[in-house]
């Protein structure tokens, strides 16, 4: 059966962006009014939507094992959430209980783990399809639905398809009544195949074994391009080397596995490697257990949040901790403020901030963080996610570096992933070694790692032509007279402060916001824009834009550009 192909930007509201692509992590939002109606929980919009971010959203593989959890194991007032081990299950259930103590005895957790364990494939032990889910009263939702946002921590939609596949069989059961003689099950038959890291499909689309894939499968993998799953491991070694920074050109993983771990880096801090970097499910997740490792290594003190940040990583500090000092403009004013406390006697555990910062492009004074949190005992955390770290190197200035890699390191909007980076230097650097050390989960799914490792071959090309097309756009803008203020880190009042952390070749990255004169004006720019539109920023194709209307102003469009692989593109 033929699947037509809707045209280029031409895609409905709720649709995946990629088209067809069963576990994409963006949706289509193509209007403003569509935009505004997700928002506010519109029917006519949540009711179309095959997925959606998948913090947000629960992408339904997802939703689908968890409701065969609940049939087999749960009551008729239960609802499941699922993450990939105990220990996260356990924080979920701590946090229910400390928002609501009456629920003590009504949390229950089930691990789910393969029958027959000792019989496993080495596949399997490679892959250790474990999930652990939290049962509690369905009129609770809200509660994990806090916890699964703001952590991060849930599983991904790969994962819950395998352990869907084997659950359904029989094969992944209960741990505390394992059932010896069942037939453990080989998953999804993607799992099964074994295919080289750069095999060329034939004319007939089938991946080199004479099989014939699903269509939305042979979309996503891009003829047969990914590594075999047993290769799961160095993917992930593969990824760490990247983000260490010790590739300076598009590199396969052969090529990124041959460096020595002492390679020059283009981080610029001596005795740091791939050993100081950590992969974690997805950014907010790196975000969360830095917070978590941090007050268990140096106690429960409140943070500082520095600058306009993502929302999630306020309400972390928030809901996780005993609150923190809010410092939303970023400016030299709140630091001269912070500065003040400090030397009145207030102690923090750390300063969270972004670089820059999204949606107005701000760049936080991190020379001066960092002489700050030196003097007085906080830890610096930065997240490099806007920037990154072709562009931009904060290692410097930071105690650790966060990343989502769901974004622009992907590029194909089809894989969740996070990073975090220990600087090696830093006054804490032994303390925070050994807590991530003895707490370090490696919870990222081995086939969504054997995706990330393929989707980053062509980081460096692709933030060169990112850079590239965002200063075209932000030039078309600046010179628009509907057009009230455009905010990117080249033309931003704090430009001196991203030039004290820009790499020799960085440009000024892929984000920029415009604010325009009228609402009028905003909602016919991004109605008539020919691209596509959705959350994230997560795609290598034409552009993105996605708008906030604040409020306060006639409107603001959050416009994100990504690359140019389409034929119709003039950037």
Not at 25 to 49: C, D, I
Not at 231 to 237: F, H, I, V
Not at 353 to 379: V, W
Not at 470 to 483: E, G
Request: hydrophobic content about 35%.
């Amino acid at each position: 059966m033929t699947v037509p192909m809707p045209a280029e930007n031409d895609i409905e509201v709720g649709e995946t962006i990629p088209f067809m692509t069963a576990h994409a992590v963006s949706v289509s939002l193509p209007t403003w009014r569509a935009n505004v109606g997700y928002e506010e929980g519109e029917e006519w919009v949540l009711s179309k939507m095959k997925t959606g971010y998948p913090r947000f959203f629960i992408n339904k593989i997802i939703q689908q094992l968890a409701e065969a959890v609940m049939e087999k194991h749960g009551g008729d007032d239960e609802h499941a959430m699922l993450f990939p081990s105990h220990a996260i299950a356990l924080r979920c259930q701590d946090f229910f209980i400390g928002q609501d103590p009456e629920l003590n005895e009504q949390i229950r957790i089930v691990d789910l783990v393969p029958a027959a364990e000792k019989a496993r494939s080495e596949d399997l032990a490679v892959i250790s399809p474990r999930i652990s889910a939290v049962l509690f009263p369905k009129s609770k939702f809200s509660i994990a639905k806090t916890f699964w946002q703001h952590t991060g921590d849930g599983i991904s939609s790969r994962r819950a398809e395998y352990c869907l596949n084997l659950f359904s069989k029989g094969a992944l059961v209960d741990q505390a009544s394992i059932d010896k003689t069942s037939r453990l099950c080989k998953g999804p038959r993607r799992y099964q195949k074994k295919t080289s890291i750069d095999l060329t499909n034939d004319s007939n689309g089938s991946n080199g074994a004479g099989e014939a894939q699903d269509p939305t499968q042979f979309v996503e993998e891009r003829w047969g391009r990914n590594l075999d799953i047993s290769m799961t491991r160095n993917a992930k070694l593969g990824v760490r080397r990247r983000i260490a920074g010790s590739l300076t050109e598009d590199t396969d993983l052969n090529e990124a596995l041959k460096l020595e771990k002492d390679v020059e880096r283009t981080r610029g801090v001596a005795d740091f490697s791939e050993d100081d970097v950590y992969l974690y499910p997805c950014g907010m997740s790196s975000i969360y257990n830095a917070h978590r490792n941090l007050m268990s290594a140096k106690g429960s003190l409140k943070s500082i949040v520095f600058g306009f940040p993502y929302i999630d990583t306020l309400k972390i500090v928030e809901k996780f901790g005993p609150g923190c000092v809010f410092y939303g403009l970023g400016s030299s004013e709140e630091l001269d403020d912070l500065e003040k406390r400090l030397e009145s006697g207030e102690r923090f555990l750390a300063l969270f901030t972004e670089f820059p910062g999204n949606p107005l492009l701000m760049s936080p004074d991190l020379e001066r963080i960092h002489k700050l949190a030196d003097q007085y005992d906080f830890c610096v955390v930065v997240d490099e996610t806007i920037g990154n770290f072709l562009n931009v190197n904060v290692l410097p200035f930071a105690d650790i570096v966060v990343s989502s890699l769901t974004k622009a390191f992907s590029g194909d909007s089809n894989v969740m992933g996070g990073s975090l980076i220990l600087n090696p230097k830093g006054k804490k650097y032994d303390l925070l070694k050994r807590t991530f050390e003895n707490d370090y989960e490696d919870n990222h799914w081995a086939e969504d790692s054997i995706f990330l490792e393929r989707n980053s071959r062509d980081f460096v090309s692709r933030i060169e032509r990112i850079n590239t097309n965002a200063d075209a756009i932000c030039n078309v803008l600046l010179s628009h007279p509907r057009v009230k203020q455009v905010n990117y880190p080249k033309h931003s009042p704090t430009r001196s402060n991203y030039e004290k952390c820009r790499t020799p070749n960085g440009g000024y990255g892929g984000l920029l916001s415009a604010t325009f004169y009228t609402k009028k004006d905003a909602i016919a720019f991004f109605d008539n824009l020919d691209t596509v539109k959705g959350p994230s920023l997560g795609t290598n194709f034409t552009l993105r834009l996605t708008l906030r209307d604040t409020g306060s102003l006639w409107g603001i469009g959050l416009v994100c550009v990504l690359g140019c692989r389409s034929r119709s593109c003039t950037c």
